[in-house]
């Protein structure tokens, strides 16, 4: 076994989904791909890669998270990004309906069941009603509370029905 193959199996693998949040919230700020691609050293082609993974080394992850802590402050447009290109990356995130740095936790991020938190309220059918205020997209939890209300509502008018007709 030569060197260069005993290294390779030593890479140590961690899941991705904090590298590719991390990386998502970057892009609602404005961050463009090929920006963010130059700024972690890696390609565009592996951070397209990378956004699909499951697993990832560890040093990439660190890597990303390096860029992360230095950039989610950061305004894209001090730094050189023009505003074609920042707009652009704003409006592929939300069209995809990724969380800003703001919804993420540094705690859970990296955990692969962390849900992001929008409004201090997800889930319930008062974080439905702060994102409607703040015009921020519906994330599955208060989609779901949202749905729940619906059936609320309806089955209480139904009871309503039932008793005037009785």
Do not use: F, K
């Not at 030569?2 to 693998?13: K, L, S």
């Amino acid at each position: 076994m030569t060197e260069q193959t005993a290294e390779a199996t030593d890479v140590i693998m961690v899941s991705a989904a904090g590298s590719i949040r991390r990386l998502q919230a970057l892009a609602v700020a404005g961050w463009p791909i090929a920006r963010l691609a130059r700024e972690t050293g890696l390609t565009p082609y592996r951070l397209a890669r990378l956004m699909a993974a499951t697993a990832i080394p560890v040093e990439t992850a660190r890597t990303v998270a390096a860029v992360y802590a230095r950039l989610a402050t950061a305004s894209p447009g001090l730094c050189g990004v023009s505003h074609i290109y920042a707009r652009a990356a704003r409006e592929r995130a939300a069209a995809a309906r990724w969380a800003p740095h703001g919804a993420w936790d540094d705690d859970t991020i990296d955990d692969p069941d962390a849900r992001p938190e929008w409004t201090g309220h997800c889930g319930t059918t008062r974080g439905a009603d702060l994102h409607e205020r703040d015009g921020i997209p519906l994330c599955p939890p208060c989609e779901d509370a949202l749905y729940r209300r619906r059936l609320r509502n309806e089955a209480r008018a139904l009871r309503q029905a039932s008793a005037t007709t009785s």
